[in-house]
């Protein structure tokens, strides 16, 4: 189980993940409509396998109505809650907000995507502590245009404002923007072809690898191969090679 052995840490992360039916639709052209649910959940079980492993992470809330995703994010450590809103991204975030602090009025809390494959704890852990000296923080993502982290401290509303152009959103709502270098897989999610290959040279985690990998007559798996992703990469124990010949879009 990848829950985090020594839970001292002051954060609590809110992880907002779409039915596995819905998600990720922007990825079908490359990788194909029965691999993408199941790409969802792996990068799901990733993103929260690695937060898990910071140690500044109490505990990692996902907000989902998906019965698969919370059966196997409750096996790797997370507490996960429904989305009762059922009103959009923004709204399940707030809802996870606010059960957060139903338990821990005072909790320092952030709101993190649930496609980050390659994210690693050290890289996490830089943004939390950033993040811990404003009321609220964000990190844009790796196009410039969205957010992929939000934080809010002890006291203060979370307000999250996704998708789209958020990262505008975010700095009109005053939140501070985290500028941060070295913190690609903080910043890299996946929602196309061209963001998965991104991620893969970052070095992605087990869950996403494995599916990648177990497809032998499809284009990804030479390229996962050439990733030589290891069970360590999650906890941040070193990158993996860089891929090359990466397969195009269809």
Not at 40 to 45: E, G, P, Q, T, V
């Amino acid at each position: 189980m990848a829950t985090n052995t020594d839970p001292t840490g002051p954060w609590s992360l809110v992880v907002p993940l779409k039915p596995l039916a819905r998600a990720k639709s922007r990825l079908t052209p490359a990788t194909g409509a029965e691999l993408r649910p199941r790409l969802a959940l792996a990068f799901a079980r990733d993103t929260v396998a690695a937060a898990l492993s910071c140690p500044a992470v109490l505990d990692v809330v996902v907000v989902t109505d998906d019965p698969e995703a919370g059966a196997a994010l409750t096996a790797a450590g997370a507490r996960v809650v429904p989305d009762a809103p059922d009103r959009g991204l923004n709204a399940a975030l707030a809802h996870g907000a606010r059960t957060v602090r139903a338990g821990r009025p005072r909790a320092a809390l952030a709101a993190l995507n649930a496609d980050l494959p390659a994210l690693r704890p050290a890289e996490l852990s830089r943004v939390l502590g950033y993040s811990a000296e404003f009321p609220r923080a964000f990190v844009t993502d790796a196009a410039g245009i969205g957010t992929t982290f939000l934080s809010a401290a002890p006291g203060v509303e979370l307000r999250p404002a996704f998708g789209g152009p958020s990262r505008a959103r975010h700095l009109d709502s005053g939140a501070v923007e985290i500028g941060l270098t070295g913190i690609d897989s903080v910043r890299q999610d996946v929602d196309t072809g061209d963001d998965l290959r991104a991620a893969l040279v970052l070095g992605v985690g087990t869950h996403t690898a494995e599916h990648l990998g177990g497809h032998p007559a499809g284009p990804w798996a030479a390229a996962v191969s050439r990733a030589a992703v290891t069970p360590g990469r999650a906890r941040g124990e070193g990158p993996t090679a860089l891929p090359t010949n990466l397969p195009p879009d269809r």
